[in-house]
């Protein structure tokens, strides 16, 4: 296993950008480095796949990367942008159930034949999740309101399909 692969530092490179995002940079930059965080989503695993680096460390480090991004720039805004404090519980609720569910299979170990993979609802959760970071960049906070809401309502579709994909 190659953790320093290209895809690999492709996910890692989201990190040092939600920090650059939140620094008190030009709005310009921000953009930029929001826009490479979500080229790099894209990027990392269409490189994985079409060079075969793929590996369990990669599909592990992606969605953690995604998480520590979208968390870094969401509780940022909050603070900066006054935001409702029960859009939190919104935006990562599939995120918390996932995690949750993930510690109980390993404190119970539960053996599944099957590994749990990315699902096309979950991946429409961390769409909207990165469009709302853009929302909040460009202070379209009304925008940003029904994309909460449309994060909430893909999560639960997300967290009901993750179930019964993991209970077959």
């Known amino acids: ?8 530092l492709l996910s890692l490179s989201r990190i040092p950008l939600a920090f650059l995002i939140i620094a008190p940079l030009k709005p ?4 930029l480095f929001c826009g490479l965080a979500i080229l790099s989503d894209f990027l ?21 990367t995604d998480k520590i991004f979208v968390l870094t720039i969401v509780i940022a805004s909050f603070v900066q942008l006054s935001l409702p404090i029960y859009w939190i ?6 995120d ?3 995690s949750t569910g993930f510690a109980m299979i390993k404190l119970f170990k539960i053996k599944r034949s099957a590994e749990i993979k990315s699902r096309l609802a979950g ?16 202070g379209k906070i009304e925008l940003a ?3 909460v809401y449309a994060i909430f309502a893909f999560s ?5 399909d993750y179930l019964v994909h993991f209970l077959r």
């Open 44 to 64: 990392d695993g269409y490189l994985a796949k079409k060079f075969n680096q793929t590996s369990k460390f990669g599909a592990i480090l992606d969605p953690a």
């Open 96 to 98: 918390i159930f996932s």
């Open 123 to 138: 991946k429409i959760v961390t769409v909207l999740q990165f469009l709302l970071i853009v929302f909040f960049l460009s």
């Open 28 to 31: 310009e930059w921000k953009y």
């Open 145 to 147: 309101e029904l994309t």
């Open 156 to 160: 639960i579709v997300s967290i009901v």
């Open 1 to 8: 296993m190659k953790i320093f692969s290209l895809p690999n």
């Open 89 to 94: 519980f919104l935006i990562f609720i599939r």
